[in-house]
């Protein structure tokens, strides 16, 4: 097996991980709801854990650190998400 192949499924091995372990924390009946991954939220509207906001916060924070990252590999962050990148800064408290 080479290298980059096993990296690739320890990864993937982490990934499903990080997932169990999300569950795991969640700690609360909406670890058997019946979500689709990639809804905004993990909890149930009922759970005293809904944070509608805060898990927005969370992924707008993500895609932040997406974009910084990526800008410092290019010239910056490109000129085509520019005033979206502001507008996430800012709703993160960034600005
Ligand atoms: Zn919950």
């Known amino acids: 097996m080479d290298v980059e192949r096993e990296i690739d499924m320890l990864k ?3 990934h499903t991980l990080k997932e169990r372990l999300e ?3 969640m700690e609360c009946e909406c670890k058997n709801w019946a ?3 990639g809804w905004l939220t993990k909890h149930h509207p009922s759970c ?3 944070d509608l906001k805060g898990d927005a916060i969370k992924i707008i924070t993500a895609l932040v650190r997406g974009i910084e990252s ?3 590999d290019e010239d ?3 000129d085509d998400c520019w ?3 502001q507008r996430a800064k800012c709703c993160i ?3």
């Open 35 to 37: 979500r689709t991954d």
């Open 83 to 85: 005033e979206a990148y």
């Open 70 to 72: 990526w800008a410092s």
């Open 93 to 95: 408290g960034e600005i």
């Open 12 to 14: 993937d091995e982490i």
């Open 76 to 78: 910056g962050v490109h």
């Open 23 to 25: 569950d795991i924390k």
């Open 48 to 50: 005293p854990k809904y």
